[in-house]
């Protein structure tokens, strides 16, 4: 098993301590690039897929950079409606 689908196992299973940084070489394994939009963006981000141009939209978890389980399942079902993941 590639360190990808690990990561992509270990996502799938929404664990409580998945990080922002996971997320993020996560979603680069999809073809997906983080944007922050200016210095006015503030927490919100937009993973945007190379190709398809398709935008997942979420706000970076501060201070502390673990993920909430709603985010988690937020990605999950943007990725699964666009049968990235099944």
Do not use: C, W
Request: net charge positive; no cysteine.
């Amino acid at each position: 098993m590639s360190k990808k689908d690990k990561l992509l196992k270990r996502f799938l299973s929404a664990p409580a301590d998945f990080s922002y940084d996971e997320l993020v070489r996560l979603m680069k394994g999809f073809g997906y690039d983080e944007s922050q939009a200016g210095k006015t963006s503030g927490s919100a981000v937009s993973f945007i897929h190379f190709g398809t141009r398709h935008i997942i939209k979420l706000h970076k978890p501060h201070p502390n950079p673990v993920l909430k389980g709603y985010q988690i399942k937020d990605v999950i079902d943007e990725l699964k409606r666009k049968e990235i993941i099944k």
